[in-house]
């Protein structure tokens, strides 16, 4: 009988990679949720219930509420960060998008030249605020926190390029082949290697594309492509 070959391109191989993590950051978020919904009941049952006495008890079950508010969170961003479901359109200015993205990444040491214009576009203003902060995030740890970050826009007739650049380490061949891959990461600390891979998922459901130049050793640029709403 004769053997059927299956073989995915990288785009299609990458698709499925994050269909199956975000299902598995789903499924294990939800269960996560019920976990720390029923310890929320169990806190608030003690303080506002039992009214539990004693300045240091309270303190405990103080300090016990809000790590588990801090817990829950963590779980949304980590769902946010693996899985993009809907999303929620609407036409709005890439300016406030991009000063708002900025603003959030902000730190000593970073010095951002900025070059914008009111461009009107249609997208989801949370999702795409998320992928310039992200940009944003991979260009200071690459600078390690010192250095200059430059956001521009350069304006076509159909199009608006948002081009971000920074003077840090830069990609070897091998990173800028993989870069886009679902959990690939160089970095030691705290990386889960979605930030390039989500982002790209929320531009292309945008009608958009993402670009990158690069050399090792001489920064980054990394273009975002976006449709223009006239
Ligand atoms: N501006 C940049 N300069 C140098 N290398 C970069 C830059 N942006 C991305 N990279 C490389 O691409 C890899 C993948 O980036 P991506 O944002 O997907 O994951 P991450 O930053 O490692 O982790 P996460 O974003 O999930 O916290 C990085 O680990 C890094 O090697
Ligand atoms: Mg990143």
Redesign the pocket.
């Known amino acids: 009988m004769e053997e059927k070959k299956y073989s995915l391109t990288k785009k299609e191989l990458n698709t499925e990679k994050s269909k199956a993590i975000g299902r598995f950051a789903s499924v294990a978020s939800h269960d996560l949720k019920n976990v720390l919904g029923s310890l929320l009941n169990m806190s608030y049952y003690f303080t506002k219930v039992l009214k539990v006495e004693g300045e240091m008890p309270n303190k405990m079950l103080g300090l016990l509420s809000s790590e588990i508010k801090r817990l829950n969170n963590m779980v949304t961003e980590l769902l946010d960060m693996t899985r993009v479901k809907q999303l929620t359109k609407e036409s709005c200015d890439l300016f406030g998008i991009l000063t708002k993205s900025i603003e959030n990444s902000k730190v000593e040491g970073i010095n951002f030249e900025v070059n914008l214009s009111h461009i009107k576009i249609h997208a989801d203003i949370l999702r795409m605020t998320q992928v310039f902060s992200?940009i944003i995030?991979?260009a200071k740890?690459a600078m390690q926190n010192k250095g200059t970050i430059s956001v521009k826009m350069v304006v076509n007739e159909n199009f608006v390029d948002v081009v971000i650049t920074d003077d840090g380490i830069g990609m070897d061949e091998e990173t800028l082949e993989n870069c886009f891959d679902p959990m690939f990461s160089t970095k030691t600390t705290k990386?889960v290697g979605m930030?390039?891979t989500v982002s790209l998922q929320i531009v292309e459901m945008h009608g958009g594309k993402i670009k990158i130049e690069t050399e090792k050793g001489n920064g980054c640029a990394v273009y975002v492509t976006l449709p223009i709403i006239k």
């Open positions: 992200s995030k991979n740890d990386a930030g390039l």
